[in-house]
């Protein structure tokens, strides 16, 4: 990879436009964005329902939809934005980390287009995407507040959770990351055990609408004097309830335990990035990444955090290619150019930038 030319987020950076791709695990996503926060198109195409019968993303399949759907998405988010690739000055990709066979197509699309535009060819880190998201907003409607460092960020998403410090633009620091299952794994494997519907997620908090927060007293691994996350734990306790509940033949109280799991898995988050930002004397906090859709995480924050907080639009906050651009941008701005034989990093950490 290319040295950054400019890291200091005083330096003002040249305006560029770019079209992004994502499509590292079962979204197949095209957007165009200007100068790292103004959206002109974010297209995504959810392939959730192909899934849903396996209960997961279910890989080849994944791959093989990101192929038959990935040009209509790019050029329609081209039509959307009023755009062609001469219009531009970048492409950007997800290069990982994510799923190898679903990453390739959208990296293969980028190569073509780059190579047929001439424009340069950016690779970007799916989690540094996610914490981009924390810039975007539509075109024409109002700026969002600015985002200042040094800022603590939680993502939170199907494959990670990670509380990160970071400094400045592309400066981070990896404070700790979950032991076992990410917090959208968490939501989505007792989602299954509930038989409630892939994506997990959203499923839990329409089911916790209706539920009791404390009737059931799920542990909370705190892991005390570590930014580590931990969630096995909890699930293990949900499935030990749903258990014994069923073998007892009563009803089983879904809308109670999705209630009660989902408030212990967002205490543990918003407590723990509190408390981290304080101990790095963060100025702003950011949260991104699917969990971040939740409606409870959401108000939970809102009340606790002391400092500025940023959480994304609902639209931002699961996969997307406005992300993608706005990372991409910052990367692109300040010198970064990938070569056309980068390989995508289907384990790729944020620690690693
Ligand atoms: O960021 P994302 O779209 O993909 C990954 O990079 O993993 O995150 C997907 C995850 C899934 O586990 C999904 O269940 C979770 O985000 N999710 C939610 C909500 N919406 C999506 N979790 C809790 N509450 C939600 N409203
Ligand atoms: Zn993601």
Same mark, same amino acid.
């Given at each position: 990879? *290319?040295?950054?030319?400019? +890291?200091?987020?005083?330096? +003002?950076?040249?305006?560029?436009?770019?079209?992004?791709?994502?499509?590292?695990?079962?979204?197949?996503?095209?957007?165009?964005?200007?100068?790292?926060?103004?959206?002109?198109?974010?297209?995504?195409?959810?392939?959730?329902?192909?899934?849903?019968?396996?209960?997961?993303?279910?890989?080849?399949?994944?791959?093989?939809?990101?192929?038959?759907?990935?040009?209509?998405?790019?050029?329609?988010?081209?039509?959307?934005?009023?755009?062609?690739?001469?219009?531009?000055?970048?492409?950007?990709?997800?290069?990982?980390?994510?799923?190898?066979?679903?990453?390739?197509?959208?990296?293969?699309?980028?190569?073509?287009?780059?190579?047929?535009?001439?424009?340069?060819?950016?690779?970007?880190?799916?989690?540094?995407?996610?914490?981009? *998201?924390?810039?975007?907003?539509?075109?024409?409607?109002?700026?969002?507040?600015?985002?200042?460092?040094?800022?603590?960020?939680?993502?939170?998403?199907?494959?990670?959770?990670?509380?990160?410090?970071?400094?400045?633009?592309?400066?981070?620091?990896?404070?700790?990351?979950?032991?076992?299952?990410?917090?959208?794994?968490?939501?989505?494997?007792?989602?299954?055990?509930?038989?409630? +519907?892939?994506?997990?997620?959203?499923?839990?908090?329409?089911?916790?609408?209706?539920?009791?927060?404390?009737?059931?007293?799920?542990?909370?691994?705190?892991?005390?004097?570590? *930014?580590?996350?931990?969630?096995?734990?909890?699930?293990?306790?949900?499935?030990?309830?749903?258990?014994?509940?069923?073998?007892?033949?009563?009803?089983?109280?879904? *809308?109670?335990?999705?209630?009660?799991?989902?408030?212990?898995?967002?205490?543990?988050?918003?407590?723990?990035?509190?408390?981290?930002?304080?101990?790095?004397?963060?100025?702003?906090?950011?949260?991104?990444?699917?969990?971040?859709?939740?409606?409870?995480?959401?108000?939970?924050?809102?009340?606790?955090?002391?400092?500025?907080?940023?959480?994304?639009?609902?639209?931002?906050?699961?996969?997307?290619?406005?992300?993608?651009?706005?990372?991409?941008?910052?990367?692109?701005?300040?010198?970064?150019?990938?070569?056309?034989?980068?390989?995508?990093?289907?384990?790729?950490?944020?620690?690693?930038?």
């Amino acid at each position: 990879m *290319s040295e950054l030319l400019a +890291e200091n987020s005083s330096v +003002e950076l040249p305006p560029g436009r770019v079209l992004a791709i994502e499509s590292s695990c079962d979204e197949t996503a095209a957007a165009i964005v200007e100068n790292g926060r103004i959206i002109h198109s974010n297209l995504v195409a959810s392939q959730a329902s192909l899934h849903a019968q396996y209960g997961g993303v279910f890989p080849e399949v994944a791959s093989r939809q990101h192929i038959r759907t990935i040009f209509t998405i790019i050029d329609q988010s081209l039509k959307k934005a009023h755009v062609s690739l001469s219009d531009l000055d970048a492409i950007a990709v997800t290069r990982g980390p994510g799923l190898p066979g679903s990453l390739v197509v959208g990296m293969n699309a980028a190569k073509g287009l780059a190579i047929a535009s001439g424009l340069p060819l950016i690779g970007v880190n799916h989690l540094e995407a996610h914490l981009y *998201s924390a810039w975007l907003y539509e075109a024409g409607t109002p700026p969002k507040s600015e985002v200042e460092f040094p800022l603590l960020a939680l993502i939170v998403s199907g494959g990670h959770t990670e509380l990160v410090f970071m400094e400045d633009h592309s400066k981070y620091r990896s404070l700790g990351s979950t032991l076992d299952d990410a917090a959208g794994e968490a939501f989505d494997k007792v989602a299954r055990l509930l038989n409630l +519907e892939y994506p997990g997620g959203p499923s839990i908090q329409k089911a916790a609408e209706e539920g009791d927060v404390e009737a059931f007293d799920f542990p909370r691994a705190w892991l005390e004097g570590s *930014s580590n996350f931990s969630f096995s734990g909890l699930k293990t306790a949900v499935l030990r309830e749903v258990q014994k509940i069923k073998s007892s033949r009563k009803p089983l109280p879904v *809308s109670d335990i999705a209630a009660s799991f989902q408030k212990a898995v967002v205490d543990v988050l918003v407590g723990k990035t509190i408390q981290a930002a304080e101990a790095w004397n963060a100025r702003h906090i950011v949260v991104a990444g699917g969990v971040s859709a939740n409606r409870c995480l959401r108000q939970e924050f809102q009340y606790r955090s002391k400092l500025p907080l940023h959480i994304p639009s609902l639209d931002f906050c699961t996969d997307n290619a406005a992300m993608v651009a706005a990372a991409g941008y910052q990367r692109f701005a300040r010198g970064q150019r990938d070569d056309i034989a980068m390989d995508v990093l289907p384990n790729w950490p944020i620690s690693e930038l």
